[in-house]
């Protein structure tokens, strides 16, 4: 059974920079795509950024040029820097897994809060 930890949330100033990880247990992380999402309150989850197991990348338009996502599949743990954030991108942030080879298994984690402001 695959857990998913987020840690590194808090409280940020507009304008200051944030990294959120995610560990990764079990042994299909090299194998599984890596996503980042957002919830804020009374809004839908969304898509924040992607990476494939190859390291391909791809981000929401709202975060793009300022938040990275990045692998290291030696401590099976991926991770989101975020720079001049903004009140907007205050949410709950969850990392999901998304094993595609062989039989399709997705997990996620509980989720870490993000709160921007002054």
């Known amino acids: 059974q695959v857990q998913l930890v987020e840690s590194g949330g808090g409280l940020v100033q507009p304008g200051g920079s944030l990294r959120l990880s995610c560990a990764a247990s079990?042994?299909?992380?090299?194998?599984?795509?890596m996503s980042w999402y957002r919830q804020a309150p009374e809004k839908q989850r969304e898509l924040v950024a992607h990476?494939?197991?190859?390291?391909?990348?791809d981000y929401a338009d709202s975060v793009r040029g300022r938040f990275t996502i990045s692998r290291n599949n030696d401590e099976n743990t991926v991770y989101l820097q975020m720079n001049s954030v903004q009140p907007e991108d205050t949410a709950v942030y969850y990392c999901?897994?998304?094993?595609?080879?062989?039989?399709?298994?997705?997990?996620w984690g509980q989720g870490t809060q993000v709160t921007v402001s002054s």
């Open positions: 079990g042994s299909i992380f090299s194998l599984s795509a």
């Open positions: 990476i494939t197991t190859g390291g391909s990348t």
């Open positions: 999901k897994m998304t094993k595609t080879t062989g039989d399709l298994q997705i997990y």
